[in-house]
Every structure is written in C-alpha cells, then in structure tokens.
C-alpha cells in the first residue's frame, strides 16, 4: 500500500485552524522543503498512539535514531520541527517527502504545518 501525501500548511500572521486528514494505514509523507515544518496530531482514540518519523541522517556510519513521539488519548501534540536533512528520503519515488508512521489509525487524525 502507498502512503498518503499530505498537503503543508502555512500557518498565518492572523491565524488559523489546521485542516486534520485521517491517518493512513500505510502512513503519510509530506515535501519537507524548508525548516519551519510540524505535525499535528490529535488522537481521539481510547489509547495512546505512538508517531514515528523515520530518520535517514548518516554521519559516519551511524543513523540518527527516528523521532518517536506518544500522544496520550483524548490529546493533541504539535510535534517539531521536522527537518528535512534529518527525515527526507533520500532516493526512489518519494525522495524529498518525510514519511509519518503511526501505531494505531483508528480515530487519529493529522496535519503538517509550515511556520
């Protein structure tokens, strides 16, 4: 199964709401272009989920270890920032995009915003 592209959201002067999208099964990615970027996630499950945002940072032999992240149930955590040296594929069809991975789908919903 492919993961699901996210759309970034920019995060206005004025405010805003984020526009949360369901999580995906096989996960989610989104073009992490520039510095700035976090995740949003509301978790409205009876249990915690964990979000995990694999690392491909290699410096001398050794992977920056993946940002794994619990939200308690009935919360929301804005995680970041994600950067893009640190998370974005390196190679194949997806080069250029994060990937967000989570434990549990059922009623967590998720949006990456761009300050």
Same mark, same amino acid.
């Given at each position: 199964?492919?993961? &699901?592209?996210?759309?970034?959201?920019? #995060?206005?002067?004025?405010?805003?709401?984020?526009?949360?999208? @369901?999580? =995906? @099964?096989?996960?989610?990615?989104?073009?992490? $272009?520039?510095? %700035?970027?976090?995740?949003?996630?509301?978790? =409205?499950?009876?249990?915690?989920?964990?979000? $995990?945002?694999?690392? &491909?940072?290699?410096?001398?032999?050794?992977?920056? =270890? =993946?940002?794994?992240?619990?939200?308690?149930?009935?919360?929301?955590?804005?995680?970041?920032?994600?950067? %893009?040296?640190?998370?974005?594929?390196?190679? %194949? #069809?997806? #080069?250029?995009?994060?990937?967000?991975?989570?434990?549990? #789908? &059922? @009623?967590?919903?998720? @949006?990456?915003?761009?300050?």
């Amino acid at each position: 199964m492919a993961r &699901t592209a996210l759309s970034v959201q920019a #995060v206005a002067p004025t405010g805003m709401w984020p526009v949360l999208t @369901a999580a =995906a @099964a096989a996960g989610h990615m989104f073009a992490n $272009t520039e510095r %700035g970027m976090f995740i949003f996630v509301r978790n =409205a499950h009876t249990a915690p989920v964990t979000v $995990t945002i694999p690392s &491909t940072l290699n410096r001398d032999g050794l992977l920056l =270890a =993946a940002r794994v992240v619990t939200v308690p149930n009935g919360t929301d955590r804005l995680i970041g920032p994600v950067l %893009g040296e640190n998370h974005n594929q390196l190679s %194949g #069809v997806d #080069v250029g995009n994060t990937y967000i991975d989570y434990s549990v #789908v &059922t @009623a967590i919903s998720v @949006a990456v915003l761009r300050v």
